[in-house]
């Protein structure tokens, strides 16, 4: 059967646009927090930490016979998927021990708090998966309700903590916990779990025949859009207009700021249809990428 859409099969399927997708949210996350940039380093390992997270549970084994698409591309393309796996985790694991390297006086007088928080995100992202050594087996995705929380705190932790993180490293400074870190810490990952809520739309039959208890499984799909999709967007854009009045934002940088919170309303709307795993991909985690532009545009011209 011939593919309609084969570029963008590769770029979405491969997750290589969650990759373009976190290195657009840190660029938000620290102009929001006035931050300047970081080097090409981080983003960088940003973008293949995230791609390396995203590929792992296709690159394993092959399924044969499975009726997703994604699924499906990765048996077709699976000797290039587990040879990128290999060739990206090598570069990882180069690159943050050079990063360690060069900067082990720094990570050895680093409070307690802050190693914290450099282990919390990528633990929490590990256990989403599960552990199995020996008798010991825990997984946080089979948390149904959890799963999206889950998701959104690590990535909240990636690109909101991270870039700041990362920058009080590389100048040596230290690194202080803000009001307004923590409620862009906050933000993001509330978007990222309503955008997670609107995946497990699409995933309702196999998680229902697994009895994995997400909330469209526990309380049906319009029940998930008109309780809990529309009001949670609504909140996070009333949220953010309370704060930006409050703080005398340019009408221009509301503006903006406000176009994700709206997409994210009429994209949980749209989900009373039913929509291709190319929709999800690309309109519903293409919102991350859009939030990251307005929010981008908003700091450096209002």
């Not at 009726?67 to 040879?83: E, K, M, Q, V």
């Amino acid at each position: 059967m011939k593919r309609k859409y084969p570029v963008l099969e590769y770029i979405f399927y491969s997750n290589y646009f969650y990759g373009f997708c976190a290195v657009a949210l840190s660029i938000e996350a620290s102009l929001q927090q006035r931050f300047p940039l970081n080097d090409l380093l981080f983003y960088f390992l940003s973008f293949i930490a995230t791609i390396l997270y995203y590929i792992y549970p296709y690159a394993r084994k092959r399924t044969p016979g499975s009726s997703n698409p994604r699924t499906r591309w990765y048996n077709r393309h699976f000797r290039l998927i587990f040879w990128n796996q290999i060739i990206i985790t090598i570069i990882l694991v180069a690159a943050l021990g050079w990063f360690i390297y060069r900067y082990q006086q720094v990570l050895l007088s680093m409070p307690s708090f802050q190693w914290l928080l450099i282990l919390v995100f990528p633990l929490v992202a590990g256990l989403y998966y599960g552990i199995n050594v020996l008798s010991v087996k825990y997984n946080l995705r089979k948390i149904g309700w959890l799963k999206p929380f889950i998701i959104g705190f690590a990535w909240a932790g990636l690109v909101t903590v991270y870039p700041v993180l990362y920058y009080c490293i590389v100048h040596g400074i230290n690194y202080e916990i803000t009001f307004i870190g923590s409620l862009l810490t906050l933000k993001n990952m509330m978007f990222v779990a309503v955008l997670c809520i609107m995946f497990d739309v699409k995933d309702y039959a196999t998680d229902s025949t697994y009895k994995i208890s997400t909330f469209v499984v526990k309380i049906g799909l319009r029940k998930t859009i008109f309780y809990l999709l529309l009001p949670l967007s609504l909140l996070g854009l009333l949220t953010f207009m309370a704060y930006a009045l409050t703080h005398q934002f340019l009408p221009g940088k509301i503006l903006l700021n406000t176009i994700p919170f709206l997409l994210l309303v009429a994209a949980g709307y749209s989900l009373r249809k039913r929509r291709s795993l190319l929709y999800y991909l690309v309109v519903i985690d293409g919102l991350m990428l859009v939030k990251a532009a307005c929010g981008i545009v908003a700091m450096l011209y209002f």
